[in-house]
Nanobody, 116 residues
Framework: QVQLVESGGGLVQAGGSLRLSCVAS???????MAWYRQAPGKQRALVAR???????NYADSVRGRFTISRDNAKRTVSLQMNSLKHEDTAVYYC???????????WGQGTQVTVSS
C-alpha cells in the first residue's frame, strides 16, 4: 500500500505558474508516476506521465507549458505548470502505477484555480 500526498495547488491568475508536488510513503522507483486532473462535470484525464526510465508523455493541451519530473530518492513527482489558462482549472491528482499488473494508487487531490 502506497499513500500519496499532493501539495502546491492554489489560486493563480491566467499566465501565471504553479508547481505541484506529490510525495509517496514508500519506494516508487519501479513505478510510473503521473498527474491527472478532473474539472467540474468532466472525467478525470491524464495530464502527464513519467516512466521509471524517465520517459514522459503529455496531454496535447499542456505540452510545452507543463513539465513533469521525479526524484526517486525523495519519492516525489512534481508538475511545473507555466502559462496557466482558465481551462487548466481542476482538481489535480497524483498517481503511481506499479508493474506488472498496473496497480494504481491515488492521492487525495489538490485544487488548482486559474482566474481569467
Amino acid at each position: 500500500q502506497v499513500q500519496l500526498v499532493e501539495s502546491g495547488g492554489g489560486l493563480v491568475q491566467a499566465g501565471g505558474s504553479l508547481r505541484l508536488s506529490c510525495v509517496a510513503s514508500g519506494s516508487v522507483s519501479i513505478a510510473s508516476m503521473a498527474w491527472y486532473r478532473q474539472a467540474p462535470g468532466k472525467q478525470r484525464a491524464l495530464v502527464a506521465r513519467i516512466g521509471n526510465d524517465r520517459t514522459t508523455n503529455y496531454a496535447d493541451s499542456v505540452r510545452g507549458r507543463f513539465t513533469i519530473s521525479r526524484d526517486n530518492a525523495k519519492r516525489t513527482v512534481s508538475l511545473q505548470m507555466n502559462s496557466l489558462k482558465h481551462e487548466d482549472t481542476a482538481v489535480y491528482y497524483c498517481n503511481t502505477r506499479f508493474p506488472p499488473h498496473y496497480l494504481d494508487y491515488w492521492g487525495q487531490g489538490t485544487q488548482v484555480t486559474v482566474s481569467s
